[in-house]
């Protein structure tokens, strides 16, 4: 019997052990899953194209967002990095996958980006010297965390988001394609089913200390657009307040 909590970490990482391999393991232990989903690019998952998100297009073309210094958190292949780079940002992106990786450092190659490329889990010590960002775009990464590691994800941004900078989020909404178990339900069956699903005021809620400038569904494209959207995906986007100080680990201010 071993009675070694101790910290905080320390029961996120036993929380984290809860859940199966896979999908549901964003941690280091998961690399494997998604290497094996990024092996195949020919298949016909939707964000394998290389565009970049219509909203993301938006903000910029609309004139919310101006370049700066810039994280993609989870990138992927890498589509959204190399349209900041496009753009005039100094880029850092960051994801769990080797294979994804070198995917995105290939289209990073024949496109000429610049973006700096990092292997690791988000809340390891890959970001701990890199920030403070004007901008932290999240394409995905967020409903594929458990409930715990929300505090998690507040507590980066409190570390490498910059006070009156931007989070853009998208993630699965509620009514769609990902699963609307509630948190508690989500730990007695030990699976985030693939994706957790958000309600508008569920996001309002956990990003409360936030304005939301912007909160909608993404605009659907077809096949023919230069950009990527899907219908069942909120597209938000965030400022943090100039004045805000962040929150303690008990989540007070």
């Known amino acids: ?4 909590i101790r910290t905080v970490d320390d029961v996120m990482t036993m929380l984290d052990g809860l859940f199966a391999d896979g999908a549901d393991r964003w941690t280091e232990d998961g690399a494997g899953w998604w290497d094996g989903f990024y092996e195949d690019r020919s298949k016909p998952v939707p964000f394998f ?10 903000h910029l073309d609309g004139g919310r967002l101006t370049p700066g210094r810039a994280l993609d958190l989870g990138c992927g292949p890498g589509r959204n990095a190399l ?3 496009s753009r005039g940002f100094d880029v850092d992106a960051v ?29 390891g010590p890959v970001l ?6 004007d901008l932290i775009y999240d394409s995905g990464c967020f ?3 458990p409930p715990h590691r929300r505090v998690s994800y507040l507590g980066l941004l409190d570390r490498i988001l910059a006070p009156g900078g931007h989070l853009v989020l998208t993630c699965f909404a509620a009514g ?58 909120w597209a938000a986007l ?4 100039v004045a805000d100080q962040g929150v303690n680990e008990s989540g007070s201010a």
Do not use: C
């Open 95 to 123: 994801d769990l996958s080797p294979a994804a990786l070198d995917w995105a450092r290939e289209r990073a190659r024949a496109s000429g980006a610049k973006v700096r490329f990092h292997h690791g889990d988000i809340f």
């Open 1 to 4: 019997m071993t009675r070694d």
């Open 49 to 58: 194209v290389p565009k970049p998100d219509e909203n993301l297009v938006a």
């Open 176 to 233: 769609g394609i990902g699963s609307e178990v509630p948190d508690a339900d989500l730990y007695r069956d030990r699976s985030l089913h693939g994706g957790l699903s958000y309600s508008q005021d569920s996001l309002r809620s956990i990003f409360g200390r936030y304005e939301m400038v912007e909160l909608r569904p993404m605009r659907a494209q077809g096949a023919e657009s230069p950009y990527f959207g899907v219908e069942y995906l």
């Open 238 to 241: 965030l400022r943090r307040p």
């Open 83 to 85: 349209y900041l780079d």
């Open 143 to 145: 409903h594929h965390l």
């Open 128 to 133: 701990d010297d890199k920030g403070p960002f």
